[in-house]
């Protein structure tokens, strides 16, 4: 403190006892002096007391800020000045509030913020910072770094703008990494997180400056997963760089990047992992999300097919699976992994393939499937957990045709035909447990095995049970039926029996039959949809109820006797009315659930409570939602009489149809024309590439040619000195000789490998552009397809208009022909008629009469007029 003292008394002058300065009196003196003072130890000793002043006086020394910056561009040769600028600056906008200044009533929260904003005015500011990072002194660099860290926490935005348009302003960042500095390294790993937070275009350049190979590098330097704080740093930063960006996705697959995190992920399956510290149960975490970021069902299914190949071939699969099976994982790293296989194996069958045949390793062996269904369906087990089996389950079924038949089948098996338990068996009795949440379930894991498989539907229906040894075995269709209209039945138990049970009945005519065949059915569905009971959960049973009544009237074969289509049609507007029938058929699309689980396929809840519908099952809603209502209320009227004025109006729905499908194709072929020029643009940058590199190839060659000549020549050379080295008493030409031919092999041999690298770079550029080219090809044929399907609805469109303009200029034609008649009986019978008067006796009898009314008219008009009228 005294120090500080004699260097304000230094830079300030002598004051008079008594007449200290205040403190923002001193910064005043302060900034003056660096902004007048023409030496440089003078403004460096202000420099330095402004910067231990920047805590506590921050508002008087941020208002002097422009001193600081005029440093910066002036004084840049001098690091030790710079470095206390930066710091200053860094104190100055720095989102934290100091001790200092806790007394301070000015300062508030976002004072930082708000200074940070009037730096970046002038984004010159931040070029210069950028600029300081290119030093290699530590106090400039460490405190640039720590400088633009604080700017990206306040203005993230704006800053990531200004660092996009400064020239190599990304590349400065990168070269950070390479620091052999650890604490220079390590900040610059949480700059670069900051800086890629949700900016693609960064996050592409960041990782073609080679992140991923550098960052793996830290990570297999730091010890993979056993490392410290910063294997996960640079796991967050891989993270941001990979998460919703296909192009870097697909980088990190072609650059066999996937290959070098399965070693990272090996456990132990014979050793006790309970000891695992939390920074290990961290970097694991971090890198299953990274997984996760490669095969997440948002990322275009391309991408998803190729990473989900490159996991299984490199091993990853097989890693990730044997986490699982370890012994005393944390619940939180077993749940992220059991959601990390849901991803790897969702939609790819090969992969679901080994998922099925992995056991785990217990005596009787179980499949890993069936002990995580015991997870499930166990109430003991944290919701997470059981959530997370759930979704991996719903995956392995996911387009998994013999993964569902399996289950089906497990179904079928009597308990004394098998040794052991299967999951069929597992999910029957969690089905009619009394646990609500053990319904939900076991429902929807069984609605999954019946999406899209209307075999598996039928064959489901075969499957009997038989509560007790005494009673009377009745189908699993009857007794889900049973379970659903008992009192006790608990609010989330029927909410999964009516989406397994409109699943079921979905696109099944069988199904559909058998179900209104059981006694009771139908009078138990209208009575909920009519019930007058108010609140979210009741409205969504009714709601529900609605849709499955609306799916056996879709999908009825009228093979059973007073449950037709027409007849339950019938029922509804009579016993319901239309108008409540689609009001409650409406409340479950407007269930605050609905929109929270339509969003994706994994289940994010906060409370069992949030666990009602599931996103397959919202689909399923959203696509015969529609259809239905348009059906029932096509009913409504009572017969199928068809008029032309409902032959207009079917007309003009077809060419609404007809209008959507147009437009969602155009939509697609939109979409594929720019993923051709994309590709074409692609073959284009490749086919340049091959061309610089076949002319690099052929430069190399005539080099090649050219150095062996040099050294044949020197080779000769000293052949001939060697016979005459008697001869020369020092004997220096055979050594400038052997000098000569070793340089040249040197070069010869750096050339040999040279040209070797663009030999690889030739053949990788060939393979890429082969490649390409096929997928240019498959690429066009789908356009062509898609552009063949768009002018088949576009001629069928025009036929569809062109007959509801010759339907609506009939109904003009005949509306003609009325107002005719009607001016024809009124001039006859001295009476007028409106529109709604019964005049078809009248009319029939004009009409047969046609030629010979117009002629009396015609007449008599001439006598009483003598312009004539004729009709």
């Keep these: 403190m005294n120090f500080l003292k004699s260097g304000l008394q230094t830079v300030l002058g002598s004051q008079q006892p008594n007449q200290a300065p205040s403190g923002a009196e001193t910064v005043e003196l302060l900034v003056e002096r660096v902004t007048s003072s023409t030496l440089l130890e003078d403004r460096r000793d202000a420099c330095r007391a402004l910067k231990a002043l920047s805590k506590k006086y921050r508002i008087e020394v941020g ?11 002036n004084d840049r040769t001098d690091c030790e000045i710079i470095g206390y600028c930066l710091d200053t600056l860094c104190h100055v906008t720095s989102p934290e509030q100091f001790e200092e200044e806790e007394d301070n009533p000015n300062v508030t929260a976002n004072i930082g913020e708000q200074f940070t904003e009037i730096f970046i005015k002038n984004s010159d500011n931040v070029c210069l910072v950028l600029a300081c990072l290119e030093e290699y002194d530590f106090r400039v660099r460490w405190a640039a770094i720590k400088l633009l860290t604080n700017l990206l926490a306040n203005r993230p935005k704006e800053i990531q703008e200004i660092v996009l348009v400064s020239p190599m302003g990304v590349s400065k960042m990168m070269d950070l990494l390479i620091d052999s500095r650890e604490v220079i390294r390590n900040d610059a790993l949480l700059l670069m997180i900051q800086l890629t937070k949700g900016n693609g275009n960064i996050q592409k350049i960041v990782a073609f400056e080679n992140a991923f190979d550098r960052l793996l590098d830290v990570i297999k330097e730091e010890g993979c997963s056993d490392g410290g704080i910063v294997v996960e740093d640079c796991l967050i930063l891989m993270l941001n760089l990979l998460k919703n960006n296909p192009s870097n996705q697909q980088f990190f697959k072609e650059g066999s990047y996937i290959q070098r995190l399965a070693p990272m992920l090996e456990l132990s399956t014979d050793q006790d992992q309970a000891g695992m510290s939390p920074q290990k149960v961290s970097n694991l975490h971090c890198m299953l999300q990274v997984v996760r970021a490669l095969v997440c069902p948002s990322n275009p299914q391309q991408v998803i097919s190729s990473c989900q190949k490159a996991i299984r071939s490199s ?3 097989s890693a990730i699976c044997n986490i699982i099976m370890a012994s005393g994982v944390p619940p939180d790293l077993l749940i992220e992994t059991i959601n990390t296989i849901a991803e790897v194996i ?6 679901q393939d080994y998922f099925n045949s992995f056991m785990a390793p217990c005596d009787p062996p179980l499949s890993a499937i069936v002990l995580l269904l015991m997870s499930m369906v166990n109430e003991k087990q944290p919701l997470s957990l059981r959530c997370a089996v759930l979704y991996c389950f719903q995956s392995y079924l996911y387009r998994n045709e013999a993964g569902q038949t399996s289950l089906v089948k497990t179904l079928l098996q009597s308990s004394e035909q098998t040794q052991s ?9 969690s089905l009619f447990s009394t646990d609500p949440l053990s319904n939900w379930f076991a429902a929807v894991s069984m609605s999954h095995a019946l999406l899209e498989n209307p075999a598996q539907k039928e064959q489901l229906l075969r499957v009997v049970l038989a509560t007790s040894h005494t009673s009377k075995p009745v189908s699993l269709l009857e007794q889900c039926n049973q379970l659903l209209q008992q009192a006790n039945c608990k609010f989330q138990s029927k909410v999964g029996l009516l989406m397994l049970l409109s699943v079921w009945l979905s696109h099944c005519q069988l199904a559909v039959r058998t179900f209104l065949s059981i006694p009771g059915t139908v009078a138990y569905l209208t009575g909920q949809i009519s019930a007058n009971e108010h609140g979210d959960n009741e409205y969504l049973v009714q709601g529900l109820c609605a849709f499955l009544m609306g799916i056996c009237i879709q999908f009825n074969d009228n093979s059973v006797q007073e449950h037709q289509r027409e007849f339950l049609c019938q029922l509804l507007v009579k016993r319901i009315g239309l108008d409540t029938y689609n009001k409650k058929l409406g409340e479950v699309s407007k269930h605050e659930n609905y929109s929270k689980s339509a969003k994706q396929p994994q289940i994010r809840i906060a409370a ?15 696509a015969l939602e529609a259809v239905i209502s348009k059906t029932v209320n096509g009913f409504s009227s009572g017969g199928e009489n068809i008029t032309e004025l409902t032959l207009s109006q079917e007309a003009s729905g077809l060419v609404a149809q007809y209008k959507d499908i147009i437009r969602e194709q155009d939509t697609r072929l939109q979409a594929l024309q720019q993923q051709l020029a994309h590709q074409e643009a692609k073959v284009r940058e490749l086919s340049g590439a091959l061309e610089q590199s076949q002319s690099s190839n052929a430069q190399l060659q005539d080099q090649n040619i050219l150095l062996k000549a040099q050294l044949q020549a020197a080779a000769d050379l000293r052949q001939q000195t060697l016979s005459s080295s008697a001869s ?15 340089v040249l092999e040197k070069r010869l041999s750096m050339l040999s490998l040279e040209q070797q690298t663009d030999r690889a770079k030739l053949a990788y550029y060939e393979s890429e552009n082969s490649r390409l080219l096929g997928e240019l090809d498959q690429l066009r044929a789908r356009v062509s397809v898609a552009e063949g399907k768009a002018n088949e609805s576009g001629t069928e469109l025009d036929k569809l208009r062109k007959d509801q303009e ?12 009325m107002q005719r008649y009607r001016m024809e009986l009124k001039r006859v019978t001295g009476q007028s008629f409106d529109e709604d008067d019964d005049v078809d006796d009248e009319l029939q009898a004009i009409e047969a009469n046609d030629g010979e009314g117009k002629d009396a008219s015609s007449m008599a008009n001439s006598s009483n007029h003598p312009g004539g009228f004729v009709c």
């Excluded at 969702?346 to 992969?351: A, E």
């Excluded at 020369?728 to 070793?742: F, K, R, T, V």
């Excluded at 010759?806 to 022909?817: I, N, R």
């Design 346 to 351: 969702r939609g790819d069958g090969q992969n």
């Design 315 to 317: 091993g990853l699969l």
């Design 806 to 817: 010759d339907l609506l200029e009939l109904l003009t034609d005949q509306e003609s022909k």
């Design 608 to 622: 069992t409570t949030d666990l009602l519908l599931d996103y397959e099952f919202c689909r399923l809603f959203k």
């Design 63 to 73: 208002i002097g800020m422009n001193a600081m910056l005029q440093v910066l561009e």
């Design 421 to 429: 338990i299967t999951s069929g068996q597992l999910l029957c009795r």
């Design 728 to 742: 020369s008493p020092l004997h220096l030409l055979p050594a400038q000789g052997d000098h000569q031919q070793e």
